[in-house]
């Protein structure tokens, strides 16, 4: 049996890689959060504040892997939450070093990063982008939380290995993180106010990519168990490119909308005042029980429509390293979508 501590257990990329790591015979899991979540079979959790933890961590003893999907956002645009270096840095730092101290078999330690790393949050950057390309000026907490775990990783029988994803694509309420509840709770409130369907932000033409969170999963597993990972930064996305004028209007369709030419809004302005509208809607379609801001992070919503510039990411180092699994993201927004609305999360 492997045993693997999932750090940030909850959110949008954590909480696939414990559904994936629960689905196989060899797994023992931990997931690690500040929210409680649901023990079963090989999965438990424990619950913990990573910026000042207590005794609890001594309790993971044996460990064989961490993944190390842990976020803290700064206040306001996200734009700027690279620039939250204390605490990213801090609960890194807590987490594998609580781990690493006690009893443990520790092999590997993926930790998730992003684009950001290269300034995809900046403007236009050198596309499209490569691991070894050169960091971005200014502070990144990114390049923190790698030159702290490599130091520390130095001469020691374990290795690490990161992972860098674009727009995760899944569904963790309370998450800042994920465009699909960004897409599926705006077309809601469009529908429920009979307004159109508009592209709320400026990247209506730009190239872009994404990541699919159970897709992202996989490529975790990989990184933590294939030898050729140890000591070394990959790329994860779909493995596809797209443009939102092109995936727009099936996304419209998926909710039975017209589309208009796209008007540049933001979003958090435009939903300050729309949580009463939300329970009135919960009720009329007998919704799931979430409340509105467990749903939608805003924020992330304008700082993703609003990148005009191309974001792609080369994935020819993860595919020569032997993860060769793709998606196809103009599907996946559909069945995503979908999925979202039988399932009574929005209408």
Not at 59 to 78: E, N
Not at 257 to 271: G, H
Request: charged share 25%; with cysteine; proline share 5%.
């Amino acid at each position: 049996m492997k045993k693997a501590v999932v750090v940030g257990a909850l959110g949008v990329i954590g909480r696939y890689i414990v559904e994936k790591l629960a689905s196989l015979p060899d797994w023992e899991v931990i997931g690690l959060s500040r929210r409680n979540g649901e023990d079963r079979g090989w999965v438990s959790y424990l619950s913990t504040d990573l910026l000042s933890p207590g005794k609890e961590l001594e309790a993971l003893r044996d460990v064989t892997h961490v993944f190390y999907a842990a976020f803290q956002a700064s206040a306001g645009a996200a734009a700027d939450y690279a620039k939250n270096i204390a605490a990213n840095r801090d609960m890194l730092v807590n987490a594998v070093s609580a781990i690493e101290k006690g009893p443990s078999r520790l092999e590997r330690v993926v930790l998730v990063t992003g684009t950001k790393y290269y300034g995809s949050h900046l403007g236009p950057y050198r596309t499209p982008a490569k691991e070894s390309d050169p960091r971005h000026e200014g502070p990144n907490f990114y390049f923190d939380q790698i030159d702290w775990l490599a130091a520390f990783q130095r001469g020691k029988r374990w290795s690490w290995t990161e992972l860098r994803p674009q727009t995760l694509c899944g569904f963790a309420p309370g998450t800042a993180m994920s465009i699909v509840p960004v897409i599926a709770v705006y077309a809601a409130v469009c529908k429920e106010l009979g307004e159109p369907l508009r592209f709320p932000g400026s990247a209506w033409r730009s190239i872009y990519q994404v990541t699919e969170s159970a897709h992202f999963a996989e490529a975790a597993l990989w990184a933590a168990t294939e030898p050729r990972c140890a000591n070394q930064a990959y790329n994860i996305t779909n493995g596809d490119y797209f443009r939102w004028c092109n995936v727009w209007p099936r996304i419209a369709d998926v909710f039975g909308m017209k589309t208009e030419n796209p008007e540049k809004r933001s979003l958090v302005e435009m939903m300050a005042d729309k949580a009463p509208l939300w329970e009135a809607m919960a009720k009329k379609h007998r919704l799931q029980p979430w409340r509105f801001h467990e749903l939608v992070a805003w924020p992330f919503g304008d700082y993703v429509f609003s990148c005009n510039w191309d974001v792609m990411s080369d994935l020819t180092k993860s595919r020569q390293h032997g993860f060769h699994r793709v998606v196809d993201s103009e599907e996946m927004f559909v069945r995503l979508l979908r999925r979202f609305r039988e399932e009574r999360i929005v209408p």
